[in-house]
Nanobody, 126 residues
């Protein structure tokens, strides 16, 4: 049984930083894409970033480019989202996800991800 467990959310002031972790168990992830999504109150789920498990290539939504960094540790079966220069509009529940590599153009599509974490709250105060 595959499980993804997020950690690292919390309350931070604008301009601050947080690092989210997603620890996976239950399978190997060769040829997978690992992603982060978020859902703000009253808004649709939004793709944030993705990383290829094998090569480590990274991809970002324009809204977080230059502020967030996604990475993975294959030895620990874990991937991370380092969030710097946080803004109040980054407030959301953040979810990690994993799915078979779909090609670069489909990384932002939620339906390509087979496994999801339970979510962790990130709140940025102004």
């Amino acid at each position: 049984q595959v499980q993804l467990v997020e950690s690292g959310g919390g309350l931070v002031q604008a301009g601050g930083s947080l690092r989210l972790s997603c620890a996976a168990s239950g399978r190997t992830f060769s040829m997978y894409a690992m992603g982060w999504f978020r859902r703000a109150p009253g808004k649709e789920r939004e793709w944030v970033a993705a990383v290829g498990w094998n090569g480590g290539s990274t991809y970002y939504a324009d809204s977080v480019k230059g502020r967030f960094t996604i990475s993975r540790d294959t030895a620990k079966n874990t991937w991370y989202l380092q969030m710097n220069s946080l803004k109040p509009e980054d407030t959301a529940v953040y979810y990690c996800a994993a799915g078979r590599w779909p090609g670069r153009d489909r990384l932002s599509k939620g339906d390509i991800y087979d496994y999801w974490g339970q979510g962790t709250q990130v709140t940025v105060s102004s």
